[in-house]
């Protein structure tokens, strides 16, 4: 027998024969395992409902409009994406992590593909290494300090070149056929900005990927640079985000080159020099005041714009290796001392920066790759004639999806709220930006059965069957 759909409630759940109905537990191993349902258990949701998501629109308590310095985070917290809780720090809701971990999956992807290796180091970071690189006191009032009961001096870590240096050097035997050594992690971090505002672009704590280079020459050491940034340009690539990668000052961390990698927008708060005769491109801090003629090319005009950075490269070269006595043995067997380079994107920032730059004034839009879904289907309101005889439709399109695109799978949304009409929820879809809506409307009671397709960034949109639909689907990228 073919599993049914029915309606329990507001909810749509998909069910099986009482004999053959499987509930989803959970082992101790973390992994979801079938176990025949006990007479009488009740079905489970086969796909996420938005009647069941929190993700309250209605949290802005007290919230004013002149607050919400920046379309992004207008439009995240309006949504109930995000909410705040207190100046720079967020409450990051379930879809914005959704759409979090698959940006860390894509980083993860990138990084590993040029040898990167995850780890995880400690937020609350001895004070005594930054005294020792004499960044304590050169960080300033930026840097989160705390004491321990013992009085112990602490800081939570905005960045952690001190920290992977001293694990990197307590590694006596590390070989030069070990290097490159590329480590990296995914953590929050902590800066006391003075005005944190436009939401995520510029908080107080945020996710950060972080990742430190370790290489047997500086030659070695500026090949690794190279590969870090072509890695970022193939993450932006494929996020379908316009970056552009300009000279830089190093600031705090140091080193001898640094390079930002910069997303356009009129509200960037980085101002921008660009040539327009060949590819050079720079921040104004790295430049003299009123130049505007091109250094490197010599007959193109520099021209003016506003970026927002999402990423960001240093050459250290031996600036915290030599402190903190990270060598490795060369083919001779003697100890010298690593070249290193460090390198950051802003995760929470690149999230939000795609939101400010891709969406409308009244819509989010993601980059497809990062929507928390996929698809939403909207079923028919609650009393209408479509609701009482396209069931069986229903139940076949969500059926076929499932089991035809595996990859899709938790990718779907059911927008049951079946009390509302069928345009209330679909301004909520458009507004939240899943890239394709599909409405199970008078197109379903035909011979074949048609549904109504919304391309929500292409704003196009189609009447299809029901392999039609997978067909289109089938070609959606997920990660």
Not at 39 to 64: D, K
Not at 372 to 377: A, R, S
Request: glycine fraction near 8%.
């Amino acid at each position: 027998m073919q599993p049914l759909l029915h309606r329990g409630g507001q909810r749509l759940v998909r069910c099986a024969p009482r004999a053959l109905a499987l509930v989803r537990r959970h082992g101790t191993d973390g992994r979801g395992t079938d176990h025949p349902a006990p007479p009488g258990a009740a079905c489970t949701p086969s796909v996420p409902m938005v009647s069941r998501m929190y993700q309250p629109a209605n949290l802005r308590e007290g919230g004013q409009e002149s607050e919400l310095t920046c379309r992004s985070q207008r439009l995240m917290q309006q949504a109930g994406l995000i909410h705040p809780s207190s100046p720079g720090c967020y409450y990051y809701l379930p879809a914005t992590v959704r759409a979090m971990e698959k940006l860390v999956r894509l980083i993860d992807q990138e990084m590993q593909a040029i040898g990167g290796q995850k780890l995880d180091m400690p937020s609350l970071c001895s004070a005594e290494l930054w005294r020792t690189s004499e960044r304590w006191d050169l960080m300033g009032k930026e840097l989160f300090r705390l004491q321990d009961r013992h009085g112990a001096d602490y800081c939570l870590g905005p960045t952690h070149e001190e920290t992977v240096t001293t694990l990197v050097a307590h590694q006596a035997s590390l070989s030069y056929r070990q290097l490159p050594l590329l480590l990296y992690q995914v953590t929050r971090k902590f800066r006391d900005e003075p005005k944190p505002r436009f939401g995520l672009l510029r908080g107080r704590e945020f996710y950060m990927k972080d990742m430190y280079s370790f290489d047997v020459s500086e030659e070695a050491a500026r090949r690794t640079y190279e590969s870090v940034c072509h890695a970022y340009d193939m993450l932006f690539s494929r996020l379908g985000l316009r970056c552009v990668q300009v000279q830089a000052d190093t600031g705090n961390i140091g080193g001898t080159l640094s390079h930002e990698f910069q997303l356009p927008a009129d509200i960037g708060e980085d101002r921008l020099l660009v040539c327009g005769s060949c590819p050079f491109s720079a921040n104004v801090e790295t430049l003299p005041s009123g130049k505007t003629d091109c250094p490197r090319c010599h007959t193109g005009t520099l021209a003016e714009s506003k970026g927002i950075e999402v990423g960001h490269t240093f050459y250290l070269g031996t600036k915290y290796s030599r402190i903190f006595n990270a060598t490795f043995s060369n083919h001779q067997n003697q100890a010298v001392v690593s070249e290193m380079g460090c390198y950051g994107l802003g995760v929470t920032r690149i999230l939000a920066a795609a939101v400010e730059v891709m969406s409308t004034e009244e819509a989010i839009r993601w980059p497809g790759l990062l929507s928390p879904y996929q698809v939403c289907i909207i079923l028919p309101k609650k009393g209408s004639k479509v609701a009482e005889e396209s069931g069986a439709s229903a139940e076949g399109l969500v059926h076929a999806l499932q089991e035809s695109l595996p990859r899709l799978r938790g990718e779907v949304v059911l927008d049951d709220r079946n009390q509302m009409t069928i345009g209330k929820r679909l301004k909520d879809a458009n507004r939240l930006g899943y890239p394709y809506v599909v409405v199970v409307g008078q197109g379903a009671l035909e011979e074949t059965p048609r549904f109504e397709v919304i391309c929500q960034q292409t704003d196009e949109t189609m009447f299809l069957s029901k392999d039609g639909l997978v067909d289109l689907l089938g070609r959606v990228e997920t990660v």
